[in-house]
Each structure stands twice: as C-alpha cells, then as structure tokens.
C-alpha cells in the first residue's frame, strides 16, 4: 500500500482524482514554462504562470499533508516571488534549477498515482541559485 492509498484513506477518492488531475496538468506545462524563460518577450507571463502553479501546487499537497511535496513547492513559489520582483534575475543557472524542480514534481506525480512512496529530493535541488 503507497502513497496514494492512503490518500484515499484518508481523504474522499475524488478529492485524490481531482489532484492528480490537475498536479498531472500542471507538472506537464511547468518544463515549457520553465524553458520560455529563455525569451524575454513572454518571461514575465511565464514568471507569473509558474508562481501561480507552484502556489497551486503549494496549497494542494499541504491540505493533502504530502509535506515532502509541499516544501518543495513552497520553496519553488518563494524563489519564484522573488523572481517576480525583479525579472532580471532569471539565469541560465535559475533556469536549470526549475528544470530540476520540474522533474522532480514529475516523478513525485508518477509516485503517487502508481501508489509507490515519495523518493527523497534530488540533492541537487537544495542549492537553490543565488538571486541577486
């Protein structure tokens, strides 16, 4: 029995259904948004889509209590909201690191709607890039 059991267990079945619907979505328009960055021209609407998905995402796992995921996510909307400040911050160096970030939410959603557990954090993930 993983992750997504007890879930269920726990919360009503379409509530879990309703969440990995939308963390199945979000994970998949993260790495297009992530690699937008790149072009000055939608960076800011991209900067705003990503806080806004890390957010969801950010409030979803906490009331869900996968706290693992919900750290992450809060780190991710954090960065992003300083990211948001000042768009001249976004690197070659913050660009990879969401793209780590991206990953790892993506094998996380695999995990949970396979029902095995959460792997630990890609270590590399934790040096978050210096803004500023």
């Known amino acids: 029995m993983g992750i997504r059991s007890r879930l269920e267990r726990e919360f009503d079945y379409d509530i879990v259904d309703e969440f ?3 963390f199945d979505v979000m994970t ?3 790495e297009p948004a992530i690699i937008s960055l790149e ?3 939608v960076r800011e609407d991209k900067i705003n889509e990503l806080f806004r998905i890390f ?4 409030s979803a796992t906490s009331f869900l209590k996968l706290e693992r995921v919900h ?3 809060e780190l991710a909307e954090e ?3 300083r ?3 000042e768009p001249s911050l976004v690197s070659e160096e913050l660009i990879d690191w969401l793209l780590l970030v991206s990953d790892q939410f993506r094998s996380w959603y695999s995990e949970i709607s396979s029902d095995g557990e959460l792997e630990d954090i890609d270590p590399k993930i934790l ?3 210096k803004l500023g």
Do not use: S
């Not at 957010?55 to 950010?58: F, L, S, T, W």
């Open 83 to 85: 990211v948001r400040e």
């Open 20 to 22: 990995l619907d939308h």
């Open 28 to 30: 998949e328009v993260m």
């Open 79 to 81: 960065t992003m909201e």
């Open 55 to 58: 957010h969801n995402i950010k």
């Open 127 to 129: 040096l978050v890039p």
């Open 39 to 41: 072009k000055e021209d």
């Open 71 to 73: 750290l992450l996510a």
